[in-house]
């Protein structure tokens, strides 16, 4: 269980913040994947996953927390200073994009995370990637905005169901909340696309 030194913490949305920690020793992991952050809290242990955000983790890595008011390994973390350590384990999940094709990438809330991360690890191997967000007001704007600069198509539509027919690609992601991945599939799935063909990852209920 790596302690991982905090090398940046960025208000990157509503309640959700970007933790950037410098990188342990033979850790290999690509966006998409997840890790598990440890802590004791007023005598507690508490543990939570968190999605990979960054396109690479050659130095350093960057996680997407969304914070809950009413949970506490979230608050705990955006609570923490520059330079302060923090347990984490991992890297987990099968779900990864290592920049062999085009990706398209759907996203809601703190799953824009992963989203950036592949769009970013795409554009720099040489290959197209499309961003869709469920809602107007996405986290990681700034990211977004460079992205489109760089050639990135960034969707942000409150209509899942009217944009999904008009996309295509190699890869195709999906991560958020259960009730986006149940919104996003109904809508891959009225427009013909195969679901086997398409990874997915639930933040949980929420």
Do not use: C
């Amino acid at each position: 269980m790596p302690a991982l030194r905090i090398t940046r913490i960025e208000d990157v949305g509503e309640r959700t913040v970007a933790i950037e920690v410098q990188t342990p020793t033979e850790f290999e992991a690509y966006p998409g994947q997840f890790v598990l952050v440890r802590a004791t809290i007023d005598g507690e242990e508490e543990t939570g996953y968190y999605t990979i955000s960054s396109p690479d983790v050659e130095e350093f890595f960057e996680m997407t927390v969304a914070v809950d008011p009413d949970g506490t390994l979230g608050t705990w973390l955006v609570e923490r200073t520059i330079d302060e350590e923090i347990t984490v384990e991992g890297p987990f999940g099968d779900i990864r994009y290592t920049g062999e094709d085009d990706a398209l990438v759907f996203a809601r809330g703190p799953g824009i995370g992963p989203a950036v991360g592949i769009a970013e690890l795409a554009r720099e191997s040489g290959h197209d990637a499309t961003i869709v967000h469920g809602g107007k007001q996405p986290p990681h704007q700034k990211r977004l905005t460079h992205l489109e600069e760089r050639g990135v198509t960034v969707i942000l539509t409150n209509d899942l169901s009217g944009t999904v027919e008009s996309l295509t690609a190699d890869e195709m992601y999906v991560f958020g909340f259960q009730g986006f991945i149940e919104e996003t599939k109904d809508a891959l799935t009225a427009a013909d696309v195969d679901l086997a063909e398409v990874e997915m990852e639930s933040f949980g209920p929420a």
